[in-house]
């Protein structure tokens, strides 16, 4: 089973300044989707940025880029100029391209939790 | 386009008490799914939906059910309520399985926050 680890339960950023926020997963797949996702306090899950894993560029979205290392399996995210409206929890998602819409077709991690200080 | 839209937003339910989660797209998204969120965790799938009379089950399935008679609706139903069901609930859909990460893409509702006493 696909599994996906947020070692960071929980980070601090001065407004303006660079955060990373780590994902690592486990997989046997080669050819698969990653996603972070971000949910402010409204509770509303907003896509921030999405990756396939066969392609080498790293995926990237105004201030929002990722470090993704396929051989490691690890999917870093990394917020530039950081904004109080950065302020929410972070998920790390992992999606199976080779299950018929299964229970492991998105797995999520369990979020770390990013407050952007001013 | 409205999204995935979720009714209701809170509820407050007793045990042993049913009740049907709304969810609605208006995209012609064929895959649906329902989603619980727990303290501390992720989201977990209840149910899935690949199309119009198409479900199956997810990770955490038991007690819910679900149906699918058209494509832009997916309700979930709590059969009789318990405690531990105690929960954020998210519907969310793509348009469809097998593709682009476009297509894969799931979009989320604004949640329903369900309490059970």
């Known amino acids: 089973a696909q599994t996906v680890t947020q070692s960071q339960p929980e980070m601090s950023v001065q407004e303006a300044e660079t955060v990373t926020l780590s994902c690592t997963y486990d997989?046997?797949?080669?050819?698969?989707?990653l996603f972070w996702y971000k949910q402010p306090p409204s509770r509303q899950m907003i896509l921030v940025i999405r990756?396939?894993?066969?392609?080498?560029q790293n995926a990237t979205e105004n201030r929002f880029s990722v470090n993704f290392q396929k051989a490691a399996k690890s999917f870093s995210l990394k917020i530039s100029d950081s904004q109080l409206g950065d302020t929410a929890m972070y998920f790390c998602?992992?999606?199976?391209?080779?299950?018929?819409?299964?229970?492991?077709?998105?797995?999520f991690g369990k979020g770390t939790k990013l407050t952007v200080n001013p | 386009n409205a999204g995935v839209t979720q009714t209701p937003k809170f509820q407050v339910l007793k045990t042993g008490q049913s009740m049907t989660l709304q969810c609605a797209q208006d995209?012609?998204?064929?895959?649906m799914s329902w989603y619980r969120q727990d303290p501390g965790m992720g989201l977990r799938l209840i149910h899935y939906?690949?199309?119009?009379?198409?479900?199956d089950q997810g990770e955490v399935p038991n007690g819910y059910n679900v149906s699918r008679s058209t494509t832009e609706d997916f309700p979930l139903r709590l059969l009789s309520a318990a405690p531990s069901q105690t929960s954020v609930y998210f519907c969310?859909?793509?348009?469809?399985?097998?593709?682009?990460?476009?297509?894969?893409?799931?979009?989320f509702g604004p949640g329903t926050r369900l309490l059970v006493l």
């Open positions: 969310a859909s793509s348009y469809g399985t097998s593709g682009t990460p476009y297509q894969e893409t799931q979009y």
């Open positions: 997989t046997s797949e080669s050819n698969y989707y």
């Open positions: 990756q396939e894993a066969y392609k080498q």
């Open positions: 998602a992992f999606m199976n391209l080779y299950t018929q819409g299964g229970s492991e077709k998105l797995v």
């Open positions: 995209m012609n998204h064929e895959y």
């Open positions: 939906s690949v199309g119009a009379g198409i479900t």
